[in-house]
Protein backbone atom coordinates (compact mmCIF):
# COMPACT_ATOMS: atom_id res chain seq x y z
CA UNK A 1 0.00 0.00 0.00
CA UNK A 2 2.95 2.58 0.69
CA UNK A 3 3.78 2.71 -3.09
CA UNK A 4 0.58 3.36 -4.10
CA UNK A 5 0.51 6.30 -1.50
CA UNK A 6 3.95 7.38 -2.74
CA UNK A 7 2.80 7.23 -6.87
CA UNK A 8 0.24 9.27 -5.96
CA UNK A 9 2.21 11.66 -3.95
CA UNK A 10 4.68 12.33 -7.15
CA UNK A 11 1.41 13.07 -9.11
CA UNK A 12 0.08 15.07 -7.02
CA UNK A 13 3.57 17.26 -6.27
CA UNK A 14 3.93 16.97 -10.37
CA UNK A 15 0.33 18.52 -11.21
CA UNK A 16 0.25 21.29 -8.53
CA UNK A 17 3.35 22.29 -8.96
CA UNK A 18 2.66 23.15 -12.08
CA UNK A 19 -0.85 24.22 -11.55
CA UNK A 20 0.86 26.59 -9.20
CA UNK A 21 3.48 27.64 -11.46
CA UNK A 22 1.04 28.81 -14.09
CA UNK A 23 -1.03 30.70 -12.01
CA UNK A 24 2.00 32.31 -10.75
CA UNK A 25 3.42 33.07 -14.00
CA UNK A 26 -0.14 34.31 -15.00
CA UNK A 27 -0.03 32.57 -18.65
CA UNK A 28 -2.03 33.57 -20.62
CA UNK A 29 -4.53 29.74 -20.72
CA UNK A 30 -4.85 30.66 -17.18
CA UNK A 31 -5.74 34.38 -16.69
CA UNK A 32 -8.28 33.29 -19.81
CA UNK A 33 -9.91 30.91 -17.49
CA UNK A 34 -9.73 32.75 -14.47
CA UNK A 35 -11.93 35.35 -16.31
CA UNK A 36 -14.36 32.99 -17.34
CA UNK A 37 -14.98 32.09 -14.08
CA UNK A 38 -15.64 35.29 -12.88
CA UNK A 39 -12.94 35.75 -9.87
CA UNK A 40 -10.94 38.33 -9.06
CA UNK A 41 -7.50 38.25 -9.67
CA UNK A 42 -6.08 38.84 -7.07
CA UNK A 43 -7.45 34.97 -5.95
CA UNK A 44 -5.03 33.72 -8.58
CA UNK A 45 -2.19 34.05 -6.17
CA UNK A 46 -4.03 32.92 -3.28
CA UNK A 47 -5.16 29.72 -4.95
CA UNK A 48 -1.67 29.42 -6.40
CA UNK A 49 -0.05 29.85 -2.93
CA UNK A 50 -2.47 27.17 -1.60
CA UNK A 51 -1.80 24.69 -4.13
CA UNK A 52 2.00 25.24 -3.53
CA UNK A 53 1.24 25.30 0.37
CA UNK A 54 -0.23 21.67 -0.27
CA UNK A 55 3.04 20.59 -2.66
CA UNK A 56 5.38 21.50 0.17
CA UNK A 57 3.16 19.67 2.60
CA UNK A 58 2.84 16.33 0.61
CA UNK A 59 7.09 16.55 0.40
CA UNK A 60 7.57 17.06 4.10
CA UNK A 61 4.98 13.78 4.18
CA UNK A 62 7.96 11.51 2.93
CA UNK A 63 9.48 12.28 6.50
CA UNK A 64 6.59 13.01 8.70
CA UNK A 65 3.37 11.07 7.57
CA UNK A 66 1.11 12.74 9.60
CA UNK A 67 1.36 15.83 7.39
CA UNK A 68 -0.14 13.69 4.35
CA UNK A 69 -3.93 13.74 5.22
CA UNK A 70 -3.97 17.29 6.27
CA UNK A 71 -2.36 18.12 2.48
CA UNK A 72 -5.11 15.95 0.94
CA UNK A 73 -8.03 17.43 2.39
CA UNK A 74 -6.69 20.94 0.98
CA UNK A 75 -5.82 19.50 -2.52
CA UNK A 76 -9.50 17.82 -2.27
CA UNK A 77 -10.79 21.25 -1.03
CA UNK A 78 -9.41 23.00 -4.10
CA UNK A 79 -10.57 20.47 -6.62
CA UNK A 80 -13.78 21.12 -5.47
CA UNK A 81 -13.60 24.83 -5.71
CA UNK A 82 -12.16 23.97 -9.01
CA UNK A 83 -14.98 21.76 -10.92
CA UNK A 84 -17.77 24.48 -9.42
CA UNK A 85 -16.11 26.93 -11.09
CA UNK A 86 -15.61 24.90 -14.25
CA UNK A 87 -19.25 23.75 -14.14
CA UNK A 88 -21.17 26.44 -12.41
CA UNK A 89 -19.53 29.61 -13.12
CA UNK A 90 -18.15 29.25 -16.27
CA UNK A 91 -20.28 26.86 -17.52
CA UNK A 92 -17.74 24.91 -19.71
CA UNK A 93 -18.09 21.54 -20.90
CA UNK A 94 -17.67 18.80 -18.25
CA UNK A 95 -14.71 17.23 -19.81
CA UNK A 96 -12.79 20.36 -19.09
CA UNK A 97 -13.13 19.43 -14.97
CA UNK A 98 -12.09 16.22 -15.84
CA UNK A 99 -8.37 16.58 -14.57
CA UNK A 100 -9.80 18.40 -11.34
CA UNK A 101 -12.24 15.27 -11.13
CA UNK A 102 -9.03 13.04 -11.39
CA UNK A 103 -6.73 15.15 -8.80
CA UNK A 104 -10.20 15.05 -6.55
CA UNK A 105 -10.82 11.20 -6.66
CA UNK A 106 -6.68 11.00 -5.88
CA UNK A 107 -6.92 13.42 -2.74
CA UNK A 108 -9.65 11.46 -1.46
CA UNK A 109 -7.98 7.98 -1.72
CA UNK A 110 -4.37 9.65 -0.07
CA UNK A 111 -7.24 10.45 2.96
CA UNK A 112 -8.42 7.35 2.85
CA UNK A 113 -5.26 5.34 2.79
CA UNK A 114 -3.47 7.96 5.40
CA UNK A 115 -6.08 7.79 8.38
Keep these: MEIVIIFIQVILI???TISAAL???RKPMMVQHWKEYRYPMWLIFVIATLEWVGVVGV???FWFHEVL???AILFALLM???IHAHLFRAKHHPLMASNDLAMLLLSITLI???I
Design 112 to 114: ILS
Design 59 to 61: LVA
Design 23 to 25: KFL
Design 69 to 71: VFA
Design 14 to 16: FIF
Design 80 to 82: ISA
